[in-house]
């Protein structure tokens, strides 16, 4: 045990993110965004990758106005071919020679009745912006996360999987009636285990590879079931509420930190226990 360091278990150092490099996909919004914000509150150099460039620009804004390192920039990409994921990898080593955090957050989803599921939109597109570009921008960026890294101080990929990915249930609240999303369940499953097997494959680079499953958050993807039935949503949550920045960010911080350097091929779910809701425990009846 003399080999380790008991001198410094302060939550300052053991949660230090302060001078890393964070590349965010789908930082943007929702759950990227932030995350971003947590990053770049903490110290951390952020950038933020999405399609849209506007929604990119206000969302650096809003960043910046909490950044306490460096200033947050943007990235134009679109990741639904391994051509898009090529580009913003190469943009990005415009800008840097190192990459400490890589969050593969970007994500779609799509709704559609069983009998009439699009093949292109419904299928095609979802796997490959769900799975495939977390693929193509881990390998095309591992060189940068594994250099000057060590098993004390590991590159790190955060991949955003969902609590979808571990729930049957295709059809609900947060798609329309009639409808489905068929597709998105099965590829945040395939997330938990390109995680796993990333893990695996970058453990000898000194990389550690975990996924984090969030549960109800406000987000593009939640937004028509808060709009179309927000009471039957909450009511579901345990805790009374969805997720919310502190939560999301406070789990990134911990995977990108210190605290977390013996970690790696973890999937973490972050729900409030609403997995729970259909195994609650009747009351106890007397006899």
Not at 66 to 81: F, H, M, R
Not at 120 to 141: C, P, Q
Request: charged share 15%; aromatic share 8%; with cysteine.
């Amino acid at each position: 045990m003399s080999a380790y360091d008991f001198n410094d278990l302060r939550a300052s150092n053991l949660f230090r993110v302060q001078g890393k490099i964070v590349l965010v996909t789908g930082g943007g919004s929702g759950i990227g965004k932030m995350m971003a914000t947590g990053f770049a509150q903490n110290g951390a150099k952020v950038y933020i990758a999405a399609r849209k460039e506007k929604q990119l620009q206000e969302a650096v804004n809003d960043i910046n106005k909490v950044a306490t390192g460096p200033k947050a920039q943007y990235i134009v990409a679109n990741l639904n071919s391994r051509k898009g994921c090529d580009a913003l990898v190469e943009e990005f080593k415009k800008h840097e020679q190192k990459l400490h955090v890589l969050v593969n957050n970007s994500g779609i989803t799509w709704g559609g009745a069983y009998n009439d599921f699009p093949e292109e939109k419904g299928w095609d597109n979802v796997f490959a912006v769900n799975v495939k570009s977390i693929f193509y921008m881990t390998a095309g960026l591992t060189e940068l996360l594994a250099k000057d890294s060590n098993n004390a101080d590991p590159g790190r990929v955060i991949n955003i999987s969902s609590t979808a990915s571990v729930d049957p249930s295709s059809e609900g609240l947060l798609s329309a009636d009639g409808n489905g999303t068929w597709s998105y369940q099965p590829s945040k499953a395939a997330v938990n285990h390109l995680t796993s097997s990333l893990a695996i494959k970058l453990l000898p680079r000194n990389v550690t590879v975990n996924a984090i499953l969030p549960g109800l958050f406000p987000s593009k993807m939640t937004a028509f079931g808060f709009q179309t039935a927000s009471e039957g949503l909450l009511s579901s949550q345990p805790t009374g509420r969805c997720g919310g920045p502190s939560d999301i960010a406070g789990l990134a911080l911990f995977l990108a930190s210190p605290a977390s350097a013996h970690v790696t091929g973890t999937h973490t779910i972050i729900d409030g226990g609403s997995r729970y809701g259909s195994h609650a425990i009747a009351p106890a009846v007397k006899l």
